[in-house]
Nanobody, 118 residues
Framework: VQLQASGGGAVQAGGSLRLSCAVS????????IGWFRQAPGKEREFVAGINRSGSGSRYPDSVKGRFTISRDNANNTVYLQMNSLNPDDTAVYYC????????????WGQGTLVTVSS
């Protein structure tokens, strides 16, 4: 399984960005997909997750109401729409894919940088 994140960039506070994560696998709909982020000097933080069908999602309070995760199972892609960005959202954003079997299978993308200026 390979994940390719894209869509990062520089934006001013209050702006928006949409990240994409293309997942290379024949069984995309078997995976929970989500995003973490890591700011300089900080631990990696969960940002959003979406279930296999796309019917359910989770967000931490820090982004709830501003970020929306969605998935396109026909095109093996997950999106993270980020609105009302602020400088605290500056980080490298990583997408992941998780599947449970006899063990937990977890795959990461390479990360895409989001920089929000005030």
């Amino acid at each position: 399984v390979q994940l390719q994140a894209s869509g990062g960039g520089a934006v001013q506070a209050g702006g928006s960005l949409r990240l994409s994560c293309a997942v290379s696998t024949r069984t995309f709909s078997n995976y929970v997909i989500g995003w973490f982020r890591q700011a300089p000097g900080k631990e990696r933080e969960f940002v959003a997750g979406i279930n296999r069908s796309g019917s359910g999602s989770r967000y931490p309070d820090s982004v709830k109401g501003r970020f929306t995760i969605s998935r396109d199972n026909a095109n093996n892609t997950v999106y993270l729409q980020m609105n009302s960005l602020n400088p605290d959202d500056t980080a490298v954003y990583y997408c992941y894919a998780q599947r449970k079997g006899w063990t937990i299978y977890l795959y990461w993308g390479q990360g895409t940088l989001v920089t929000v200026s005030s």
